[in-house]
Structures are given as C-alpha cells and as structure tokens.
C-alpha cells in the first residue's frame, strides 16, 4: 500500500469548511483513497473513499488531484463534535488486505 | 444500526494471565480485524481473518493468538499478558474480501496489565 502524509495537526473555527490534506505520491492505479476519523475513546469511524472522481456524502467531500498524488477532506461546516483525528489510508481494491492507519492529523474545531 | 461490540470497556490484568478479548458483529461479514493503538504509534494491525476458523498475522502477531469459531465472533487471546501489551485494542469488520466498502470498528477495551 501507498504511504501517505498527513500534516499533524490542524485548527478550524467552528462554523468554516476544514480542508484536510493528504499527500499520496506513490499511489497505484488500483489504489484507493480512504478516510476516517476517530474521536477521542471511540473506535475509528469510516468518512469517505474514492479512486479519481471526487465524491461527495453527508458527511463529507472528498476532493483527488487529477494526477492522484493528492486529495482534501473538506467538512464544509465544522461543528465541535468533529473534534477528532483524521486519517487518510490509501489501498488496493480488490484485494482482502488490512487497512494501515497513520498518526493522521488531529482536527481542533475552536468557538 | 450496525454494530461491532467488545466484550470490555475496560480491563485491568496481572502479568502472566491468560487474557480474552472478545469482539461480535451483528452484520454478517466476512472480515474481521484486531488492532491495538497506542499513543505516536496510530492503529497496528495484530490479525485479521477473513472466514471461519481462518486466520493471517499482521503487522505485530508476537504475544497473541485468536480465535474464530463462528462468522460473528473474532477472539483475540493474550496467551500470558505483559506490561507491553499494556494499550487500547480495537476490533474491526468489513463486508467483503474487495474491501470496497468501509471498515465499522467497535468502542475499544481498553487493557491495563500490571
């Protein structure tokens, strides 16, 4: 699996969009962007993933570089309770392999 | 509301017991996984197991085993607990062997052995 880079830690003003970056540079064609967060004493909770098209839910956006070496989480409005470590974890698909998780950036969400 | 589920929030241990952790999912999936996460160091994959009675080594196997009898239940035994096993141990499943779908992880136990 890739490796991936994620800035340590982030603030945000409650209210405005974080953009959380994450550098993949060595991504394969196959692999895909995942993301997930943990808040504090939870277990990881899954966000987002894409392979080259961005995406979108209800929690999240998720934007990747057309040459795939880069993606953005944006929260478009953050709240406190998104409080928590962001991780970003590039994968094969197709594969039964284990998810490899970082440190992530920690998101402090401020009033 | 799908749910993975361990057995403990939180356990204390003495040095040398025999440690079961366990972990039900109530989704049907095949994978499941055992992490254990401690502070600078993010999540560390232990085992995981992709069916019944089937099992593989992750990234740090030395010191446990598991154990998975049936599709909804993933054990992760420590066969004589230490001091360094002293962590947060997270228990994970996913749907399918594509790994398309996102990982759902339960609330953690949190083990200190002493």
Known sequence: DAKTTQPPSMDCAEGR??????NHSTISGNEYVYWYRQ??????????HGLKNNETNEMASLIITEDRKSSTLILPHATLRDTAVYYC????????????FGTGTRLQVTL | DVKVTQSSRYLVKRTGEKVFLECVQDMDHENMFWYR???????????????????E???????????????ERFSLILESASTNQTSMYLCASSPSRTGLMGYTFGSGTRLTVV
């Open chain 1, 17 to 22: 969009a974080a953009n959380l970056p994450c």
């Open chain 1, 39 to 48: 808040i504090h004493s939870q277990g990881p909770q899954y966000i987002i």
């Open chain 1, 89 to 100: 974890i590039v994968r094969v698909a197709g594969t039964a392999s284990k998810l490899t």
């Open chain 2, 37 to 55: 996460q401690d502070p600078g160091l993010g999540l560390r994959l232990i085992y995981f197991s992709y069916d019944v009675k089937m099992k």
């Open chain 2, 57 to 71: 080594k992750g990234d740090i196997p030395e010191g446990y085993s598991v154990s998975r009898e049936k599709k």
